[in-house]
């Protein structure tokens, strides 16, 4: 089944953001595949804001690849960015299945970079800039 969550503006984020958990149920390990500027980091941090993370501690791993935060249930949550990466390799030099084996949540964004190496069972949701600047966050489960 396609879920679809559709974002017109700012005002909408965090709502979508609550409705996105909601739906997406036990999911743990979440890829975002959008382009640049769509707003992966925006929807990560309105994420982290549902989940009670601090939302001033939230900010793209771009150069550290990897973020870790705490739930306000006292969870870790850890944020990549893969971007920079040039071969899944280096995702393993960090310890990779470390964070996605810990049962934490853990939120990608460019997990194309590291497609070969992403568990099945990794939720691969899109992000799309509408002509009107909206967003649409699509999955499949």
């Known amino acids: 089944m396609e879920h679809r969550i559709v974002i017109h503006n700012l005002r909408e984020i965090d709502s979508a953001a609550a409705r996105f958990l909601q739906e997406i149920g036990d999911a743990r390990l979440i890829a975002f595949y959008a382009p640049m500027g769509a707003g992966k980091t925006t ?5 982290c804001r549902a989940l009670g ?3 001033d501690a939230v900010s793209s791993p771009t150069f550290a690849i990897v973020n870790e935060y705490r739930t306000g249930a006292g969870e870790s949550l850890f944020h990549f960015d893969f971007y920079r990466l ?5 995702a393993l030099d960090i310890g990779f299945y470390d964070y996605i084996d810990s049962g934490c949540m853990c939120i990608m964004e460019w997990p194309e970079n590291i ?3 992403l568990p099945e069972e ?3 949701v899109s992000i799309s800039v509408q002509d009107d600047e909206s967003r649409v966050v699509t999955w499949q489960d």
């Open 115 to 117: 497609e070969e190496i």
């Open 86 to 90: 040039g071969k899944a390799s280096e």
């Open 43 to 47: 929807f990560t941090t309105a994420l």
């Open 53 to 55: 993370v601090d939302a």
């Open 122 to 124: 990794c939720l691969k």
